[in-house]
């Protein structure tokens, strides 16, 4: 069946530092991939996506690069900053099957201190 | 715009009880999806509704689990003899066409079976 695995958190950075969450997938066809977060007191909302081998996804200073190779989306980005605290959630869906349903990891809480 | 919404926000419920969670989606959005989001098993799938077509039950757990979407718009998951195990969050997410890749979440109802 199809998986996502990410790094375990939390991740403690400080303010301006370089940020790496790694996620793995395990899923047979043509997975699309999802970087979604959830701020505080907030519902999930979609940070970027790659639809197919080689893409990168970027948004708000984020950007990962969907690695057929190597099965992995991981998520970066150059200079974190207070306001990036959040759960960051990797996700793909099996579009080629029809059906529409995101698969998650489990999720990385990131905390960024000033 | 308004976003996806959700009612109650909290539910607390005795063991056994049956429980109703409602999904107002975003309006003019055909695809509807429900997930539930618990400590044990992270971020699941549940069931999505596309139009009129016949909804994908795939994720639902057991059959005391069940969903509707009436006229398109509003849907709601009903959980008969709830159990322990039940207690989550349940999310709730629309996007305006299935072909759509962005699935927009609602602030979710948090569900606790005592």
């Known amino acids: 069946g199809n998986s996502v695995t990410q790094m375990e958190g939390p991740v403690t950075l400080s303010e301006e530092a370089f940020l790496t969450i790694n996620c793995t997938y395990t899923a047979t066809g043509y997975p699309s991939l999802f970087w979604y977060v959830q701020y505080p007191g907030e519902g999930l909302q979609l940070l970027l996506k790659a639809t197919k081998a080689d893409d990168k996804g970027s948004n708000k200073g984020f950007e990962a690069t969907y690695r057929k190779e190597t099965t992995s989306f991981h998520l970066e980005k150059g200079s974190v900053q207070v306001s990036d605290s959040a759960v960051y959630f990797c996700?793909?869906?099996?579009?080629?099957?029809?059906?529409?349903?995101?698969?998650f990891g489990s999720g990385t809480r990131l905390q960024v201190q000033p | 715009g308004a976003g996806v919404s959700q009612s109650p926000s909290n539910k607390v419920t005795e063991k056994g009880k049956d429980v109703e969670l409602r999904c107002d989606p975003i309006?003019?959005?055909?695809?509807l999806y429900w997930y539930r989001q618990s400590l044990g098993q992270g971020l699941e799938f549940l069931i999505y509704?596309?139009?009129?077509?016949?909804?994908?039950k795939s994720g639902l757990p057991s059959d005391r689990f069940s969903a509707e979407r009436t006229g398109g718009s509003v849907s709601t998951l009903t959980i008969q003899r709830t159990q322990q195990e039940d207690s989550a969050v349940y999310l709730c997410?629309?996007?305006?066409?299935?072909?759509?890749?962005?699935?927009?979440f609602g602030p979710g109802t948090r569900l606790t079976v005592t």
């Open positions: 309006s003019g959005h055909t695809a």
């Open positions: 996700a793909l869906e099996r579009r080629d099957t029809g059906r529409r349903a995101l698969t």
């Open positions: 997410a629309s996007s305006q066409r299935l072909t759509d890749y962005e699935q927009y």
């Open positions: 509704f596309q139009g009129n077509s016949a909804p994908d």
